[in-house]
Structures are given as structure tokens and as C-alpha cells.
């Protein structure tokens, strides 16, 4: 399941890119649109200014911006930042490995071949999907 502060940054990316190119926009406006509470979102388009995904202008007709197109920023992305592995086990993960403590064998367990699968079909969708793809299903 996705944090809030994943489905919060994810609505605040699409209200942005619903905007025009590089148009700064004041956290305030972004907040009250997107219905996300202000504190918290400072804290996610920092997060996002830090990665790159963001950018910001300061003082007056200043706020925050898209640094890349929707159509580049995948929603994988926002996913493994703000919530971490996308797999449902810590032994299928690609970015978070982790042996399951209860497991003898790797090789040996149908479990972990088969959340290998969902694993796989769950990034083919992500890493093809971006936030172009949020504001489409919005139009």
C-alpha cells in the first residue's frame, strides 16, 4: 500500500504539470488544491527538490516547478522515494535485498519465485507509467 507522502507527492507533481512550463507555484496553492496538509508538503517538495525532480524560485512570483517534462518523470520513482522497495518481499527486491530470515533456500522456494513474477509485472507497469500518464487519466 502507498504511504500518504507517496500518494501526497504524486498529486503535487500532477497538479504541477498541469501548469505551465517552469511557472513557479506557491506551496500554499498547491497544498489547497491538492488537498495535502502545508507542513507536509514542504517536507515532500523538498524531498523532490533534492532528487531533481523539482526546482524552486525564491522571493516575489516564486514557488515550485517541474524540473523535467511529466512525461520523464516515472512514478516508479516517486514510489521507491517516498515509499520505499516496490516488491513485496525484502528477498525479491532489486533496490532493497534483504534474505528472509526464515528461509533455507532461495533457489529452492516457490515463494520468492513467484513474487519474483509479481515483482517483474509490477515494474514493467511502473517504470512505464509516469506522471503524463496521471494527468491523461485526469483530462
Do not use: W
Not at 491538492?34 to 514542504?42: G, H, N, V
Not at 524540473?67 to 532489486?94: D, E
Not at 533496490?95 to 509479481?118: A, H, M, P, S, W
Amino acid at each position: 500500500m502507498l504511504s500518504k507522502k507517496t500518494k501526497y507527492a504524486l498529486h503535487a507533481l500532477t497538479y504541477l504539470a498541469k501548469k505551465e512550463a517552469n511557472e513557479p507555484t506557491l506551496i500554499l496553492e498547491i497544498a489547497e488544491n491538492s488537498r495535502i496538509p502545508r507542513k507536509f508538503l514542504e517536507s515532500i517538495l523538498l524531498d523532490l527538490k533534492k532528487q531533481g525532480i523539482l526546482n524552486s524560485k525564491m522571493g516575489k512570483g516564486g514557488g515550485y516547478f517541474l524540473r523535467q517534462t511529466p512525461s520523464q518523470i516515472q512514478i516508479s520513482t516517486i514510489i521507491r522515494l517516498f515509499n520505499g522497495p516496490i516488491a513485496l518481499l525484502p528477498c525479491v527486491s532489486l533496490n532493497y535485498y534483504q534474505r528472509c530470515d526464515e528461509c533455507t533456500d532461495e533457489k529452492t522456494c516457490g515463494l520468492n519465485k513467484v513474487f519474483i513474477d509479481v515483482r517483474n509485472e509490477t515494474l514493467r507497469i511502473l517504470e512505464n507509467k509516469s506522471i503524463q500518464d496521471i494527468v491523461n487519466q485526469e483530462l
